[in-house]
């Protein structure tokens, strides 16, 4: 009879543990496709104040309209106008706005208003 033979082994159908043949397992990572907004201290604005002449020289001003919105005294009030607290200059009789220099200070301008009746007055002479 014959003598039974020891076959060789086999491999095994587990992975080897030698460390020399380790390789991780794959992971993906995923990136920003935008870039981080962050935070800011601006980005926040209040409105324009509408300021300025409203009624220009030789133009028709009403009773009480305002000629000229200002900060300061820039514009100072003249014959027939008043100046409000906001330093607003108003027309108190309908006519005529009439823009001049101040002879004691050239950065200054006064405003007057020449009433309706007397350019009419003066027109007919």
Do not use: C
């Not at 324009?48 to 919105?69: E, F, N, S």
């Amino acid at each position: 009879m014959m003598s039974p033979t020891i076959a060789p082994q086999s491999q095994h159908l587990l992975p080897s543990h030698d460390p020399a043949s380790f390789t991780p397992p794959q992971i993906t990572v995923r990136h920003a496709t935008k870039k981080a907004g962050g935070s800011t201290s601006n980005g926040r604005d209040s409105a324009g104040r509408r300021l300025g002449i409203k009624v220009w020289h030789g133009t028709p001003a009403k009773a009480g309209g305002i000629i000229v919105r200002q900060r300061g005294k820039k514009f100072l009030k003249g014959e027939n106008t008043g100046m409000g607290n906001d330093h607003t200059v108003f027309a108190k009789v309908a006519g005529v706005v009439q823009l001049e220099r101040s002879a004691k200070n050239r950065r200054r301008i006064i405003v007057n208003v020449v009433p309706e009746m007397l350019r009419e007055h003066s027109a007919v002479q």
